[in-house]
């Protein structure tokens, strides 16, 4: 099973329950996607407060599937962002690197998924 896990960055640490409800019940319904899992986390402290939820999602599939099962993610979550208001940005991890999905390209998605193929 292919795990990614991402963190989304609030303006208003009221919002983290939520935006928590919101990430499990959307990307739940992405298709291949196993289970999804949501909180809030403690305020993180970045040059201003700010509230953190932090999410894993668990993907049946593997290979090529998988990287467009984490293009769609990608999609979804950059959906949420425009949805969502307060939400100040959406870091994956690809590679030990945060790289912000507005940011991500094939070939950072390519290599998310030969990690998560590898682990």
Known sequence: MNVVRFHIELADPG???AVAAAVRERLGQLDGVDRVQAA????RDLATVIAVV?????FTRSGGDLVASL?????ELQGLVTDLRGLKRVVLNVDGEEVDIDQ????QLAALAAAEDAA
């Open 15 to 17: 919002q983290a329950d």
């Open 40 to 43: 809030p986390t403690e305020t």
């Open 54 to 58: 932090a999410a894993a999602v668990a």
């Open 71 to 75: 293009r769609h993610l990608v999609q």
């Open 104 to 107: 991500m390209d094939d070939e």
